[in-house]
């Protein structure tokens, strides 16, 4: 399969097209500026096709035997195991990802399609007890009907994954917009998977495409009626306002500044193992990366000593050097931002640990300790390997600063203590929180999603059946009913 040639248009109704818009998006590898593909955007003229298209061939698909829908998704798995090298081979290509990492997003992404599979033939809904002698309430699951999915571009095979196939596996259709940045990873890969697996024609369209071609009309369109976003809060808080005035159901998985905290009888070899990978995996562009690491300050002397020695020894580079543990974040326009930060913190008393180079996109790890309050270090997403160490004394103010942000992604602390550390855990307000693990991590059965400014909804496992199906009550009486009228 070639990703960058055959896969870069549009997927509507089953048909490769060429956008009918006036420019194109044009993907590149963010390492080496090579561009691997144009792709002429989509207008409203095709967002509207898209969206015809999955509205007529979701009823079949909703009516069809459920054995029948999880056959598709039987078959998307197989080609993703036949297709997993050469999907690999894109993520390194489009993302500036190592192979490793690679193969660490199509594992997940296996896995979410195995939890699908369940999922479409899994009982939904079940019988309730009545307050009425002689009636039953029988409550049924039905698909929502048409599916909006907007991906973000740091795991776009894994966070399409997470709403197209368990959107599939219930019934419904779907209509997805890919970041600009993978347009391919995260758009016509998955079509064309679903599409070598046999899915009708209709139900999952791709449009790639930007708000200044369609302005807001992926979002208020009349036929979808769950929008599933993955991106910064700031995008968010605009779907979830245009979805409310039309009553559209919002998954929202939104910006994260997680704390990994440690605590004085953490095990300070494994705390400075799972740090390290919270912050720096995917040079850092995970919402759910450990932003801020919190250590108490009777082992902050071992545990930033450790830290900053791991750090210094990570290579960054060329993704497709063996020997590279990072390698670029995604364009020029996130290395300025970067460095903006953290130049406006050394500037205010911040003091550098390590400070990495910076080369082209390609951007060292740095490590910062004493960065002043109100820093906007401290408290917004960060998504680049900058790391911020943040001495507490006591779980109290641990606590107090885990919390003082406006998100509430993911979490982790660190204790020799089991059950200190779920009482720590249930503390903060987040949507997840690990103990003695890292901030980055996914489960298929486990809802995931976050608190606050960090989203609304979860998806994975039973969550998703919550996000892509509506319930439905009918009651059936038994004999004769004595009114009270």
């Avoid at 061939?57 to 829908?69: G, K, M, Y």
């Avoid at 596996?169 to 993978?182: F, I, R, S, T, W």
């Avoid at 997680?258 to 300070?268: M, N, P, Q, T, Y």
């Avoid at 001495?391 to 200190?420: C, K, W």
Wanted: include cysteine; proline fraction near 5%.
């Amino acid at each position: 399969m070639s990703f960058f040639h055959e896969l870069a248009h549009q997927y509507i109704d089953g048909e490769w097209l060429t956008g009918s818009g006036s420019w194109d998006i044009i993907d590149v590898n963010p390492y080496n500026g090579e561009k691997l593909c144009a792709i002429t955007v989509a207008t409203t003229a095709e967002v509207d096709r898209a969206y015809r298209a999955a509205e007529r061939a979701q009823t079949a698909w909703a009516d069809a035997r459920p054995h029948e829908r999880q056959a598709v998704l039987v078959r998307a798995l197989d080609v993703v195991e036949e297709r997993a090298d050469e999907i690999a081979e894109a993520i390194v290509d489009e993302l500036g990802g190592t192979l490793p990492r690679a193969r660490y997003e199509i594992d997940l992404g296996r896995e979410l399609l195995r939890e699908a599979i369940r999922q479409a033939v899994r009982p939904v809904g079940g019988l309730l007890p009545a307050a009425v002698d002689g009636k039953e309430n029988r409550l049924y699951r039905r698909p929502v009907g048409v599916v909006s999915v907007i991906n973000a571009f740091n795991f776009p095979f894994v966070v399409a994954m997470k709403s197209v196939a368990p959107a599939l596996a219930l019934g419904n259709a779907v209509v997805m917009k890919p970041h600009q940045n993978a347009p391919v990873v995260g758009g016509g890969l998955v079509a064309r998977v679903f599409e070598e697996a046999g899915l009708p024609p209709g139900l999952l369209n791709v449009v790639v495409t930007d708000s200044a071609e369609i302005g807001d009309a992926f979002i208020e369109h009349p036929v979808p009626a769950v929008i599933s976003f993955t991106g910064s809060d700031r995008v968010g808080r605009r779907i979830a306002a245009k979805a409310a005035r039309r009553f559209k159901r919002c998954v929202l998985e939104l910006s994260g500044n997680s704390a990994l905290v440690v605590l004085e009888d953490a095990d300070i070899e494994a705390a400075v193992d799972a740090a390290v990978f919270s912050r720096f995996f995917f040079q850092g562009q995970v919402g759910m990366a450990a932003n801020r690491i919190l250590v108490d300050r009777r082992v902050e002397a071992e545990f930033t000593g450790r830290f900053v020695a791991e750090a210094a020894r990570i290579t960054a580079g060329d993704p497709r050097d063996p020997a590279t543990r990072i390698g670029p974040v995604i364009n020029a326009f996130q290395v300025d931002a970067l460095t903006g930060l953290v130049d406006e913190a050394l500037a205010a008393g911040a003091t550098a640990l390590l400070r990495g180079r910076t080369r082209g996109n390609v951007v060292e790890p740095t490590v910062l300790t004493g960065v002043p309050e109100g820093s906007p270090l401290l408290s917004q997403e960060l998504f680049g390997p900058v790391a911020v160490l943040i001495p507490f004394d006591g779980e109290d103010e641990a606590v107090r600063i885990a919390d003082d942000t406006p998100y509430g992604l993911s979490g982790a602390v660190h204790t020799a203590d089991v059950d200190r550390g779920v009482r720590f855990a249930r503390r903060v307000r987040t949507g997840m929180f690990h103990v003695n693990g890292p901030t980055v991590q996914d489960d298929p059965l486990a809802a995931f999603g976050g608190e606050k400014m960090s989203g609304l909804g979860r998806r994975n496992g039973d969550a998703a059946v919550d996000a892509f199906t509506t319930t439905h009550w009918i009651s059936v009486q038994y004999g004769r009913t004595v009114f009270p009228f």
